[in-house]
């Protein structure tokens, strides 16, 4: 049976700064390197054939502190700018409190947490998953069907983009949803890589 795991990276610098990351490469804060940490003692006892992650090092280097944590280092690991987060655009490096005073709250949050509004030369969580779900289908989707058990460390928009997938989440229910950082979602998974079981570790 099909196993599948995601975790969104650690605490960035500029998640404890309160900025809006998107592309930018930002390393894991002090608080992101212990929630990987985490991350990896709850997957203890866990065996994966591969494992994924995006272009960005605060994937990157979450995904290594887990596979250290459970001693799984030698596993393949593919690292696609696919997986990457949803770019902000005019937004990146800027400050979240700061955007809204000079948008308003109500335009940040419908740039935020809208299906289909991208921010200025950004994506939106539609363009996303424009990306994401073709690298699942191809890259993926394949391995899962062989009966490989996935791990996937990525960023939280690329994994609500995934989440909306995998679990058939209206447009109204991804907006609503919201990927905590360094702690596993695992996913046991039919055949045809349909959901039986979902929870959080």
């Known amino acids: ?31 992101g390197i212990e929630e990987a940490k985490s991350a990896g003692l709850k997957l ?12 960005l090092k605060r994937a990157q280097k979450t ?36 955007t809204r005073e000079k948008f308003g709250a109500e335009q940040v949050h419908i740039w935020r947490r809208s299906y289909d509004v991208a921010p200025p030369n950004g994506e939106s969580l539609k363009d996303t998953a424009a990306r994401v779900l073709p690298y699942w289908e191809a890259k993926i989707a394949p391995e899962l069907k062989s ?18 997938h995998l679990e058939n989440l209206s447009k109204e229910e991804i907006l609503a949803t919201e990927i905590p950082t360094g702690v596993p979602k695992y996913y046991d998974l039919s055949d045809d890589l349909k959901v039986i079981e979902a929870k959080y570790l």
């Open 63 to 98: 995904l290594d502190i887990i596979l250290d944590e459970i001693g799984e280092k030698d596993i393949p690991v593919e690292k696609d700018k696919a997986l990457n987060e949803r770019m902000y655009g005019d937004l990146q490096g800027l400050n979240k409190d700061e």
């Open 147 to 164: 009966g490989k058990s996935i791990l996937i460390a990525a960023h939280g928009n690329s994994l609500r983009a995934l989440v909306m």
């Open 1 to 31: 049976m099909p196993k599948l795991v995601i975790v969104r990276h650690g605490q960035s610098q500029w998640n404890l700064e309160n900025r809006f990351t998107g592309w930018i490469d930002i390393d894991l804060s002090p608080k």
């Open 44 to 55: 203890v006892g866990y065996k994966f054939d591969k494992a994924f992650t995006s272009a």
